[in-house]
């Protein structure tokens, strides 16, 4: 079963940035369309941005021009380049299919605050 280990959050001040990375083992990821997820406290976890098999990217209204997804096929391994980050960007960031069809791992959490 895949297993999905997600780093490289941490505590940042606003106009920074971050790159996530998600390293899966037990599957490869290739065939999948993978996404990275958000979870602010109190709220519902939502998609920030997704990366399709094929390479197309899609990603939501609140994060585009500054998140960047990719993926290294050949690590099995998803990024997210987190640039201009904004207080509201504090969440746990967890990598899983963009429909979440994978088992979850335990998110890195991005912190922006001065």
């Known amino acids: 079963q895949v297993q999905l280990v997600e780093s490289g959050g941490g505590l940042v001040q606003p106009g920074g940035s971050l790159r996530l990375s998600c390293v899966a083992s037990g599957s490869i990821l290739s065939p999948y369309d993978m996404g990275w997820h958000r979870q602010a406290p109190g709220k519902q976890r939502e998609l920030v941005a997704g990366i399709m098999s094929d390479g197309t990217t899609t990603y939501a209204d609140f994060v585009k021009g500054r998140f960047t997804i990719s993926r290294d096929n050949a690590k099995n391994t998803v990024y997210l380049q987190m640039n201009s980050l904004e207080p509201e960007d504090t969440a746990v960031y967890y990598c899983?299919?963009?429909?979440?069809?994978?088992?979850w791992g335990q998110g890195t959490q991005v912190t922006v605050s001065s």
């Open positions: 899983n299919g963009v429909v979440a069809g994978l088992p």
